[in-house]
């Protein structure tokens, strides 16, 4: 028997021991703190990305999901701390920027000509003092915005691509 297959027969024999001890333990048990039990037929009160991927659907009704509150309690926290950084920084293309006096009806006349031209792409219209602008897109990298700003300059000659802050689209 060589050197080599005897650390394989070795760890072959730790991994058994191993998994055996496992399956001496109650699965269930859990430590002596306060216990939740979700059903699995309450997605509510699950996260919903995995309420949405018909991993809890595809359970048998009478399956029973614990876990230590803790758990939750500690994605909750994680969930909560990431909301004040759930913005990127990603581009967008400018179509309208103005601090002219009829800025406010031009900007909105725009949006509204955009819209109606691209209706499945998203329209911004912010102020900030003295200039209206007027972005369209979320896209998180420039290569991205370039595709689309080829067909936005055929109507909008003066478009640009901007980088502005924005929140992660919606899965």
Not at 9 to 35: G, K, V
Not at 116 to 136: D, G, I
Request: aromatic share 10%; hydrophobic share 40%.
């Amino acid at each position: 028997m060589t050197a080599f297959t005897r650390h394989l027969f070795c760890a072959a024999l730790s991994l058994c021991c191993f998994a055996a001890s496992l399956s001496a333990q109650d699965p269930l048990a859990l430590p002596s703190e306060r216990q939740d039990t979700i059903l699995a037929d309450m997605s509510a009160q699950i996260d919903s990305l995995l309420s949405q991927s018909g991993l809890w659907e595809s359970l048998p009704c009478n399956v029973k999901v614990r876990q230590s509150s803790s758990i939750l309690d500690s994605f909750n926290a994680r969930v909560e701390s990431n909301k004040a950084s759930d913005l990127f920084t990603g581009f967008r293309i400018r179509i309208y920027h103005s601090g002219a006096q009829e800025a406010r009806v031009e900007s909105g006349r725009s949006l509204a000509e955009f819209h109606n031209l691209f209706p499945e792409l998203s329209v911004y219209r912010s102020y900030s003092n003295p200039y209206f602008k007027v972005s369209v897109g979320d896209w998180r990298t420039r290569v991205d915005a370039e595709k689309a700003l080829r067909a936005v300059r055929v109507s909008f000659p003066s478009a640009t691509i901007v980088k502005e802050k924005m929140r992660y689209p919606v899965l």
